[in-house]
């Protein structure tokens, strides 16, 4: 996966069943987009440099070109910011879009690895983020070695561990849910 | 006395404690009684549930927010991220009654069963809303005397607006993390990139050079025009880019300047008389000079 990786639009690769299933996946104002370019005027990772940013992004959603979408890891640089939604002037919800392409991509395991770290330790401890030595900087704090959440209470982590396993999770998570 | 949820999340607790210690300081000096939410996870981060589909993440976030509910609280946060899944989450089945009833669905698998009564703060809003800026100023024991602060509010603290139940006049122009710090006896002028990103989160990850590289020209714009003593920060992540993210800057010889970083929990618990060292052990950037200041202000 690398992220720039689109500056030809190759529309024989257009697929609109595509666009369908994005749609599905919460992109429903998806065909709403004018081109205007205030998403990619307000977006982060457009300012930070990544070439595919969300303003083609939409565009390339639109023509369906699937294999662009779901191969490139512009998508999993977004900030989750909402600028994009909050500046629309069609109410696409771009960042909705975003998470769609994520979501086709998940179910075709074309995401970066760290995103299967994240589920884990989710799973596992409850927290996406469980960085080790935390012990001791808590003490440094003045504060118990370990805080009052899922960490702490061996049932409930087993009881949101069977909420999680009545998800989607269920079914895309490359480890075990055990 | 009052009572409010405190919800912790990850990068606080495991990362930046030292904000927790401050937020507990924080608000027992302001009269509120912590209801401490046992056995809540990660809101969840963007990055993994919501990023699978909207019904598991839903599911994920009123764990969570059933706790408060159960307590008959509401919640508040001190990560931006925290704020935003939360309050999404929370629109989300408030728009979609389909989405609502599969997440009980789900949840009652457990024995529980998410109403939607809860209300999720950030510590920004809290500030002036619930607590308001005459309370706080009551409560100061050292004035901030004239500390010169360079706000970060943070991008989820702002949008998308229509799932947050309160939020500043003009989110492209925020003003109420300037008028806490100002309350406490700061200086918190405006400036021109006030509201862009840190490049803290997914971009980190994704693509850290360019990520570092946006967050130095935020940097460079606040060292410009304002040269603060401080730059003070609405959300958990945004410190550990402001903080770590900048020693890492200059550890790299790419920043030939330091500024020191802190999270508006720790600058208030310091100004109502935390030890500064606890409320700040675990900064990358020294603070030494801000102290200083803060303690000859009384
Ligand atoms: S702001 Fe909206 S309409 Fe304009 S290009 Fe972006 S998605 Fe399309
Ligand atoms: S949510 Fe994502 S796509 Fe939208 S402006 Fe923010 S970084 Fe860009
Ligand atoms: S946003 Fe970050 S800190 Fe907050 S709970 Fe989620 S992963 Fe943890
Ligand atoms: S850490 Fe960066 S991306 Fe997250 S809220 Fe702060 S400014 Fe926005």
């Given at each position: 996966m690398e992220e720039g990786g689109v500056n030809v639009i190759d529309l024989t690769q257009a697929d609109e069943s595509f666009v369908k299933e994005l749609e599905a996946l919460g992109a429903d104002e998806l065909r709403e987009c004018i081109q205007c370019g205030k998403c990619g005027a307000t977006c982060p990772m457009a300012l930070a440099g990544l070439e595919f940013f969300i303003k083609r992004i939409v565009h390339a959603a639109n023509l369906g070109l699937r294999d662009i979408l779901l191969e490139d890891s512009s998508v999993w640089g977004c900030q989750s910011c909402n600028r994009c939604v909050e500046i629309c002037p069609m109410d696409v919800k771009p960042y909705e879009l975003i998470q769609a392409i994520r979501r086709a991509a998940m179910k075709v395991e074309s995401c970066p690895a760290n995103t299967y770290e994240g589920l884990r330790n989710l799973y596992r401890f409850g927290h996406a983020v469980y960085p080790k030595g935390y012990e001791e900087?808590?003490?440094?704090?003045?504060?118990?070695?370990?805080?009052?959440?899922?960490?702490?209470?061996?049932e409930l982590r087993k009881k949101y561990q069977e909420i999680l396993r009545n998800t989607i999770l269920e079914e895309i998570a490359p480890f075990p849910l055990d | 006395m009052k009572k409010i949820g405190f919800f912790l999340g990850c990068n606080i607790p495991f990362n930046r404690p030292d904000v927790e210690y401050s937020a507990r300081y924080l608000l027992n000096e302001l009269g509120y009684e912590i209801v401490e939410l046992e056995g809540a996870t990660c809101c969840p981060a963007f990055g993994t549930m919501p990023s699978l589909d909207l019904v598991g993440w839903a599911a994920a976030s009123a764990w969570n927010l059933t706790i408060a509910e159960e307590k008959g609280v509401d919640i508040v946060t001190g990560c931006g991220s925290c704020y935003g899944s939360l309050n999404e989450a929370r629109h989300h089945m408030e728009k979609h009654p389909e989405v609502k009833e599969q997440v009980?669905?789900?949840?009652?698998?457990?024995?529980?069963?998410?109403k939607g009564t809860v209300k999720v703060w950030n510590f920004i809003n809290f500030l002036y809303e619930d607590v308001g800026l005459e309370k706080l100023k009551s409560k100061i024991k050292h004035n901030l005397n004239g500390l010169k602060?360079?706000?970060?509010?943070g991008c989820h603290n702002l949008w998308p607006s229509k799932a947050y139940p309160t939020n500043e006049d003009n989110?492209?122009?925020?003003?109420?993390?300037?008028?806490?710090?100002?309350?406490?006896?700061?200086?918190?002028?405006h400036y021109s990139t006030i509201t862009d990103c840190c490049?803290?989160?997914?971009?980190?990850?994704t693509a850290s050079e360019k990520s570092l590289n946006l967050f130095k020209k935020k940097l460079d714009v606040i060292k410009e025009e304002i040269d603060p003593d401080i730059?003070?920060?609405?959300?958990?992540?945004?410190?550990l880019q402001f903080d770590a993210g900048q020693a890492l800057l200059v550890e790299q010889k790419k920043l030939n300047y330091k500024i020191p970083a802190l999270?508006?929990?720790?600058?208030a618990?310091?100004?109502?008389?935390?030890?500064?060292?606890?409320?700040?052990?675990?900064?990358?950037?020294?603070?030494?000079g801000v102290i200083t200041k803060i303690k000859g202000g009384n």
């Open positions: 900087r808590r003490k440094k704090a003045g504060l118990p070695e370990k805080p009052p959440t899922a960490i702490s209470y061996d | 009980n669905k789900i949840l009652s698998k457990v024995g529980k069963e998410y602060c360079a706000v970060q509010t989110t492209f122009f925020p003003t109420r993390l300037r008028e806490i710090c100002e309350a406490m006896g700061g200086v918190a002028p490049g803290m989160g997914a971009l980190r990850s730059t003070v920060m609405g959300c958990s992540s945004c410190l999270h508006i929990v720790q600058l618990a310091i100004a109502m008389g935390a030890d500064p060292e606890k409320a700040t052990v675990l900064a990358s950037i020294p603070l030494n």
